[in-house]
């Protein structure tokens, strides 16, 4: 009953953090409006297997690690930051570039793949949503735990994470946001450029503080 509970609490909160908006959400709904499907439910994969990792360290320790090693949390806001960033930038850069439509086969696998680690490099990259897996599993997590616990919770994160951006991949993959993208681009880029590019600033500057 105990790790039910637990189970509970953590999955709820998680859930509710995993909705609010951020630069994954941006990621995907970008993806799924200029790309493809295809290509944004890859990102969505990556998503999942993110919030494995992050949960997977929780279940271990990862709080007190950060907690034990003030400067590591300093250095995850700083390369996370600087990642953002550069996501932003080329965002940003490419606003008034056509979209090219991959023309093999071959291209449309590559670039799919690519579209799962850009989802998963994108999760990882956010030392907030570290921060939040470990305070939230320290908060819930019994002292002691069986491996059908941490199996479970491991594959319940998965679906969190996946199914969410899975949904925010299908809504915003149809006809009409796509037509919509298409007519405002360059705003539409440059906006989701500005807003990478500021979440990155933000971290590095909150890094600098510390």
């Not at 470990?134 to 199914?163: D, H, M, Q, R, Y």
Request: one cysteine or more.
């Amino acid at each position: 009953m105990t790790e039910l509970i637990a189970l509970v609490g953590i999955v709820a909160t998680l859930f509710i953090g995993t909705v609010s908006p951020g630069p994954s959400f941006v990621m995907v709904a970008r993806m799924a409006i200029s790309s493809s499907r295809a290509h944004a439910l890859k990102a969505a994969f990556g998503m999942g297997v993110g919030g494995v990792v992050f949960a997977t360290a929780a279940l271990f320790g990862l709080q007190a690690i950060l907690l034990a090693v003030p400067g590591l949390y300093v250095g995850l806001k700083v390369l996370g930051g600087l990642y953002l960033c550069y996501l932003g930038y080329q965002i940003f850069r490419s606003a008034k570039e056509p979209l090219v439509v991959p023309r093999t086969n071959g291209e449309r696998a590559r670039r799919s793949s690519e579209s799962f680690w850009l989802g998963l490099l994108t999760q990882l990259s956010n030392p907030k949503t570290a921060v939040v897996y470990a305070s939230v599993f320290a908060a819930f997590s019994p002292k002691s735990f069986t491996w059908a616990f941490a199996a479970a919770l491991v594959v319940l994160v998965f679906c969190i994470e996946a199914g969410w951006y899975s949904l925010v991949a299908l809504l915003l993959s149809s006809g009409r946001p796509q037509h919509a993208y298409l007519s405002y681009k360059v705003w539409i880029d440059r906006t989701a450029g500005a807003i990478m590019f500021g979440l990155g600033i933000k971290l590095v500057t909150e890094a600098a503080k510390h």
